[in-house]
């Protein structure tokens, strides 16, 4: 199993550019979200989603996008980039179910400058 | 509200010494899930252990242990022998019962930093 893969690994934007940053986990876990890490401030969820078709917003959310309309794949979209969104940006999936605890297993990261 | 404190920013040590991470919690949850994860240099998120609340048994792998204490709200992680491989952020994280899609709370991170 790959686990959960991230694309791009770096990727450099200008203000008011828009990008999507995939997603992939091959684990047919039903949970996917997305987490953005900035220094000092440990990891913030963006959005998540328990199930193809289903997603939600997390504690920071504004300025993203997400849909998921298969098992596998999570992107997450910049609208239109701000410098505030620099940062680097996890995916994470995890198995619905208690006797896992719904640990969650992270991606590599997407690392994104806004300039 | 739920929350996560790590009030170590940053640890250095020297090789062999032990060193504990502290991590305090905040959930009116009865039921919740608390885990470690080490960012090291690299930057990948790696899981280390997963603690249910009903379940305040210490546990210990290899030169890890962690101990779980309800009454103080309170998660520590203790490296013994420290190595210069454990140099990596350290996270707490706490999940809630009712935290639809497995979603995680994070502290700030502790930096531990070992030197040889």
């Known amino acids: 199993n790959a686990g959960v893969t991230q694309t791009p690994k770096f990727q450099v934007l200008k203000t008011g550019q828009s990008m999507t940053l995939q997603c992939a986990q091959d684990?047919?876990?039903?949970?996917m979200s997305w987490y953005r890490q900035d220094p000092g401030m440990g990891l913030r969820l963006i959005h998540y989603?328990?199930?193809?078709?289903?997603?939600d917003q997390g504690e920071v959310p504004n300025g993203y996008n997400v849909s998921r309309s298969t098992t596998e794949d999570f992107p997450l979209r910049l609208l239109s980039a701000a410098p505030s969104q620099t940062s680097v940006y996890f995916c994470?999936?995890?198995?619905?179910?208690?006797?896992?605890?719904?640990?969650?297993?992270f991606g590599p990261g997407t690392r994104l400058l806004v300039l | 509200a739920q929350k996560v404190t790590q009030a170590q920013t940053e640890i250095s040590v020297v090789e062999k010494e032990d060193v504990t991470l502290d991590c305090v919690y905040e959930?009116?949850?009865?039921?919740?899930?608390l885990f470690w994860y080490k960012q090291p240099p690299s930057g990948e998120l790696v899981f280390l252990i997963r603690?249910?609340?009903?379940?305040?048994q210490n546990e210990i792998s290899g030169r890890y242990s962690w101990n779980f204490q309800k009454s103080t709200s309170s998660f520590n992680f203790t490296i013994t022998a420290s190595q210069v491989v454990d140099s990596a952020v350290y996270f707490c994280?706490?999940?809630?019962?009712?935290?639809?899609?497995?979603?995680?709370?994070f502290g700030q991170g502790t930096e531990l930093s070992v030197k040889p």
């Open positions: 994280a706490l999940r809630g019962f009712y935290n639809q899609g497995g979603k995680l709370i």
């Open positions: 684990m047919n876990h039903e949970y």
């Open positions: 989603s328990v199930g193809a078709g289903i997603t």
């Open positions: 959930t009116r949850d009865t039921t919740y899930y």
């Open positions: 603690r249910n609340s009903f379940d305040e």
């Open positions: 994470a999936s995890s198995r619905r179910g208690r006797e896992t605890g719904e640990t969650q297993y």
